[in-house]
């Protein structure tokens, strides 16, 4: 139960802020036009994907320190958006079959994505250790704090309930394969190499964590219309609260973490 509250905890705020941005775009204070700028807000910048959240906050809830597991759910990252440019830029609308010029593009799409700059800046910047001055980590912050309600407000105003139906299947068999799929093909073949604890916990929460309001943005600034990525994104949101505790009994009861 305490486990299910947590996740509640985490989860149902992000989903109330996509239902307030709903609500604000049906009573006309955010309408389509004000959502399409908010989805191009670098929320990238102070990018944290929903593994990133949870992971942490679910390994320092079961062993009260995260270890090394955010390294490893941190550094999966770059990997999931270099996949994700290249899938978005293959099957991007109005996109001719797979030649020299769609691969340009998709390399230069890899190089240009704002999400993977600002983790590659990132990088080098605490590899640097560079100082930061009180009022740009002030500004920064603010900055940081500000992008995230923001983008999920104006995913909620650009959702179309009227298309919502068209991709409802699809999107439920994208949250299936999210929150059941890879872990039952892929958790037996982490225990089976040896992993366990707060590592074992990093792979569930990287493969069963609720899909990443990120997506929604890179889909959409890609020029797709991302009504099977916002159902996907609110479905997983709610469900992955319920998901998560299951698979955190299941692994207990194996005495794996």
Same mark, same amino acid.
């Given at each position: 139960?305490?486990?299910?509250?947590?996740?509640?905890?985490?989860?149902?705020?992000?989903?109330?802020?996509?239902?307030?941005?709903?609500?604000?775009?049906?009573?006309?204070?955010?309408?389509?036009?004000?959502?399409?700028?908010?989805?191009?807000?670098?929320?990238?910048?102070?990018?944290?994907?929903?593994?990133?959240?949870?992971?942490?906050?679910?390994?320092?809830?079961?062993?009260?320190?995260?270890?090394?597991?955010?390294?490893?759910?941190?550094?999966?990252?770059?990997?999931?958006?270099?996949?994700?440019?290249?899938?978005?830029?293959?099957?991007?609308?109005?996109?001719?079959?797979?030649?020299?010029?769609?691969?340009?593009?998709?390399?230069? #799409?890899?190089?240009?994505?704002?999400?993977?700059?600002? @983790?590659?800046? *990132? $990088?080098? =910047?605490?590899? &640097?250790?560079?100082? %930061?001055?009180?009022?740009?980590?002030?500004?920064?912050?603010?900055?940081?704090?500000?992008?995230?309600?923001?983008?999920?407000?104006?995913?909620?105003?650009?959702?179309?309930?009227?298309?919502?139906?068209?991709?409802?299947?699809?999107?439920?068999?994208?949250?299936?394969?999210?929150?059941? #799929?890879?872990?039952?093909?892929?958790?037996?073949?982490? @225990?089976?190499? *040896? $992993?366990? =604890?707060?590592? &074992?916990?990093?792979? %569930?929460?990287?493969?069963?964590?609720?899909?990443?309001?990120?997506?929604?943005?890179?889909?959409?600034?890609?020029?797709?219309?991302?009504?099977?990525?916002?159902?996907?994104?609110?479905?997983?949101?709610?469900?992955?609260?319920?998901?998560?505790?299951?698979?955190?009994?299941?692994?207990?009861?194996?005495?794996?973490?």
């Amino acid at each position: 139960m305490n486990n299910l509250i947590f996740s509640l905890n985490a989860t149902m705020p992000v989903f109330l802020l996509m239902v307030f941005g709903y609500f604000l775009n049906r009573i006309g204070w955010m309408d389509d036009e004000l959502a399409a700028k908010l989805n191009t807000f670098f929320i990238q910048a102070s990018y944290r994907s929903s593994a990133a959240l949870l992971g942490i906050a679910y390994i320092s809830n079961l062993y009260g320190r995260a270890t090394m597991a955010p390294l490893m759910i941190i550094g999966a990252v770059p990997l999931y958006n270099i996949m994700a440019v290249v899938v978005l830029s293959l099957t991007e609308p109005g996109a001719e079959k797979l030649n020299k010029a769609v691969l340009k593009k998709t390399i230069l #799409g890899i190089f240009k994505n704002p999400i993977i700059i600002g @983790i590659v800046l *990132g $990088f080098f =910047y605490s590899i &640097l250790n560079l100082p %930061l001055g009180k009022i740009p980590d002030k500004f920064l912050s603010e900055v940081a704090a500000l992008s995230t309600p923001l983008g999920l407000m104006a995913m909620g105003a650009s959702v179309d309930v009227k298309k919502i139906g068209g991709q409802l299947k699809n999107a439920i068999v994208a949250s299936f394969i999210k929150l059941v #799929g890879l872990e039952i093909i892929f958790l037996p073949l982490a @225990i089976k190499f *040896g $992993f366990r =604890y707060d590592k &074992l916990v990093a792979i %569930l929460i990287m493969l069963g964590s609720a899909t990443t309001v990120s997506s929604y943005v890179m889909c959409r600034n890609m020029h797709h219309e991302g009504i099977l990525t916002s159902n996907t994104v609110i479905l997983t949101t709610i469900l992955s609260a319920f998901t998560l505790t299951f698979w955190i009994f299941m692994l207990r009861t194996l005495h794996t973490i």
